[in-house]
Nanobody
Framework: QVQLVESGGGSVQPGGSLRLSCKASGSIFSINAMGWYRQVPGEQRELVALSITSGAGTNYADSVKGRFTISRDNAKNMVYLQMNSLKPEDSAVYYC?????????WGQGTQVTVSS
């Protein structure tokens, strides 16, 4: 079993910043990828940012490029999402994601609200 625990969500005004953190624990042998998705009620979960372990780099949703930065601490099995210049449309529940071999795991989600 693998557990993902997120932290760092909250409320912020437009233009503000937040940093999300996620720690993976449990039966971790080889993490292929870690990243972040987000979801608003009534819509599908969408990719925000993804970091591929094999060196294939990172992927970002077009809507967050230049504003969000994903980073990892592989020694601690952690992934971070630095979110700058936040907009109201960034409001969502953000989910940590990891792929270990062929298995996908999700965190419980953390709410991010951007509002004046």
């Amino acid at each position: 079993q693998v557990q993902l625990v997120e932290s760092g969500g909250g409320s912020v005004q437009p233009g503000g910043s937040l940093r999300l953190s996620c720690k993976a624990s449990g039966s971790i042998f080889s993490i292929n990828a870690m990243g972040w998705y987000r979801q608003v009620p009534g819509e599908q979960r969408e990719l925000v940012a993804l970091s591929i372990t094999s060196g294939a780099g990172t992927n970002y949703a077009d809507s967050v490029k230049g504003r969000f930065t994903i980073s990892r601490d592989n020694a601690k099995n952690m992934v971070y999402l630095q979110m700058n210049s936040l907009k109201p449309e960034d409001s969502a529940v953000y989910y940590c994601y990891t792929r270990i071999r062929s298995y996908i795991y999700w965190g419980q989600g953390t709410q991010v609200t951007v509002s004046s």
